[in-house]
T-cell receptor, first 109, second 114 residues
Framework: DAKTTQPTSMDCAEGRAANLPCNHS???????VYWYRQIHSQGPQYIIH???NNETNEMASLIITEDRKSSTLILPHATLRDTAVYYC??????????FGTGTRLTVIP | KAGVTQTPRYLIKTRGQQVTLSCSPI?????VSWYQQTPGQGLQFLFE???????NKGNFPGRFSGRQFSNSRSEMNVSTLELGDSALYLC?????????????FGAGTRLSVL
């Protein structure tokens, strides 16, 4: 089953780009990479997902390496409201809806 | 469009009791998934219901059960509560199965077992 590994925590200065890495070396060809975030005391919020091409939406950009073994979520101009836990997930089959513990991003003023 | 609604927001129970949590999905969504979140454990998947049928199940004991009604609303039940069941319980709805669709989460029900 595909599994992801993320750093436990990261800091980013307000206004700078936040780059959150994720390794998913066992990902299969048809599995998407999803990113969610959870702001304290709220339910997780969907950010973006991708298969093999880079993706961008109003919240973030997702860069997936050519071999698909890793990806990076980019928040282009981090604000204090982006302080949250960020989850990188690969849903590998019906019984593996595993979010893990994610990366705690702290945006510093 | 209204989001995912979970009730109640907070619950206090004692060991041995049972509890029922409720989740109303976004209108039109047929999948409801339940998760348990405890400090240090991340979000752990409990089960998923799609069109009133349980489609996926995580690694939790049989004390944890659920059901889904014809209007897609779902309930989760925990019997014989243990102290370790204290957690934030989150539900998420999606148009398709949770493994292929975007999930929209509710604010959760915080359960404290004393």
């Amino acid at each position: 089953d595909a599994k992801t590994t993320q750093p436990t925590s990261m800091d980013c200065a307000e206004g700078r780009a936040a780059n959150l890495p994720c390794n998913h070396s066992t990902i299969s060809g048809n599995e998407y990479v999803y990113w969610y975030r959870q702001i304290h005391s709220q339910g997780p919020q969907y950010i973006i997902h991708g298969l093999k091409n880079n993706e961008t939406n109003e919240m973030a950009s997702l860069i997936i390496t050519e071999d698909r073994k890793s990806s990076t979520l980019i928040l282009p101009h981090a604000t204090l409201r982006d302080t949250a836990v960020y989850y990188c997930i690969v849903f590998s089959g019906a019984n593996n809806l595993f979010f893990g513990t994610g990366t705690r991003l702290t945006v510093i003023p | 469009k209204a989001g995912v609604t979970q009730t109640p927001r907070y619950l206090i129970k004692t060991r041995g009791q049972q509890v029922t949590l409720s989740c109303s999905p976004i209108s039109g969504h047929r999948s409801v998934s339940w998760y348990q979140q405890t400090p240090g454990q991340g979000l752990q998947f409990l089960f998923e219901y799609f069109s009133e049928t349980q489609r996926n199940k995580g690694n939790f004991p049989g004390r944890f059960s659920g059901r889904q009604f014809s209007n897609s609303r779902s309930e989760m039940n925990v019997s014989t509560l243990e102290l370790g069941d204290s957690a934030l319980y989150l539900c998420a709805s999606s148009l398709e199965l949770a493994t292929v669709g975007i999930q929209y989460f509710g604010a959760g029900t915080r359960l404290s077992v004393l």
